[in-house]
T-cell receptor, first 112, second 115 residues
């Protein structure tokens, strides 16, 4: 599986936008980019995913570089509830691939 | 919908004891999996299943057994617990199997301590 690189931690002020970066320079053409987050003492939850085009949903936006070697998860207005560990994961879209590799992620702290 | 339900939430074992962590989902998901999470680490895949009667090993399968007799349930068995198995365990399920798991739905976790 292709690897991802994320900063260990980031801080944001409440109600300001947050840009969480992820590098995946060895991504293949069939890899989807997935983001999950894990709130304290909870299981991870799905945030968003994309292949080539930028994606938006009610939780966040995903901006994917044109060469797909990096992506950015955008939280438009950080709230205290967004304090969590955010994981960027590459998921091979072909048949027979069932293992998702969760790295250490980025711990986001939100300052009131 | 209950989603993914794990029991127990907390368990303390002595070295050498056996136990089963239960996982049940009510979403008719084909794919189910078990992860463990140690302090400061990401999640590591232990075992997974793409349907009833089918299981396979993940990244760290040693010391754990699984079975999948029904679509809904995917128990994780520790036959002889060791202190190295002290961890938080997460069960996850997904609707997709043919092209790998889709969006994963996680349980709340089971915190296991082995003395």
């Amino acid at each position: 599986d292709a690897k991802t690189t994320q900063p260990n931690s980031m801080e944001s002020n409440e109600e300001e936008p947050v840009h969480l970066p992820c590098n995946h320079s060895t991504i293949s053409g069939t890899d989807y980019i997935h983001w999950y987050r894990q709130l304290p003492s909870q299981g991870p939850e799905y945030v968003i995913h994309g292949l080539t085009s930028n994606v938006n949903n009610r939780m966040a936006s995903l901006a994917i570089a044109e060469d797909r070697k990096s992506s950015t998860l955008i939280l438009h207005r950080a709230t205290l509830r967004d304090a969590a560990v955010y994981y960027c994961i590459l998921k091979y879209s072909g048949a027979g691939s069932y293992q998702l590799t969760f790295g250490k992620g980025t711990k986001l702290s939100v300052i009131p | 919908n209950a989603g993914v339900t794990q029991t127990p939430k907390f368990q303390v074992l002595k070295t050498g004891q056996s136990m089963t962590l239960q996982c049940a989902q009510d979403m008719n998901h084909e794919y189910m999996s078990w992860y463990r999470q140690d302090p400061g680490m990401g999640l590591r895949l232990i075992h997974y299943s793409v349907g009833a009667g089918i299981t396979d090993q993940g990244e760290v399968p040693n010391g754990y057994n699984v079975s999948r007799s029904t679509t809904e349930d995917f128990p994780l068995r520790l036959l002889s617990a060791a202190p190295s198995q002290t961890s938080v365990y997460f069960c996850a399920s997904s609707y997709s199997k043919d092209r790998g798991p889709g969006e994963l739905f996680f349980g709340e976790g089971s915190r296991l301590t082995v003395l």
